[in-house]
């Protein structure tokens, strides 16, 4: 186990956002999964209690602990695209998969999980500063899922 993994909270399916997120995603794997040992509050002996999983190479763990805790907005993954057909790609998997659209590239998938579909011409025009990163705000303010081609000319002026 690495020494430091992202532990997120399912209320009974880490297994299949594990499967969708290893098969949406590069560089994405679905790992151990591990089985309780015995009964537990919501759950019972051999139900899948954990999943060991990565997302874009990043480590975590799927914790199948019932409906005590929701996913909010104050944890998401961000993940940097570099044209509009991969924009597409991964906002329309996740919103077709019984998620649901926000603002400004955010999207939840169907577990609560928010994700932001990031085009690196946004950030970079963001990094930029001054009236470049201004219109490329005001442009993206006006969006859910992101539109490069605004974006790209936004920044032009």
């Not at 944890?75 to 998969?97: C, G, K, L, P």
């Not at 928010?114 to 950030?123: E, F, G, H, K, M």
């Amino acid at each position: 186990m690495n020494k430091n993994t992202i532990c997120l909270w399912y209320v009974n399916d880490a297994e299949g956002a594990a499967r969708f997120y290893s098969q949406t995603f590069p560089d994405s794997t679905v790992g151990a999964v591990h089985r309780a040992p015995g009964d537990f509050p919501g759950g019972h002996a051999g139900d899948v209690l954990t999943v060991e999983f990565t997302v874009c190479g990043i480590p975590c763990l799927g914790l199948n602990g019932g409906d005590v805790f929701k996913h909010s907005e104050a944890f998401s993954f961000q993940i940097a695209t570099d044209s509009q057909a991969e924009t597409d790609r991964y906002w329309n998997a996740i919103v077709d998969n019984g998620g649901t659209e926000s603002e400004c590239g955010w999207c939840k998938d169907k577990w609560g999980l928010s994700w932001q579909i990031t085009p690196r011409v946004l950030t970079e025009a963001m990094a930029s500063g001054g009236d470049v990163a201004k219109r490329a705000f005001g442009a993206m303010m006006k969006m859910r899922k992101i539109d490069v081609a605004a974006i790209e000319a936004a920044v032009r002026g």
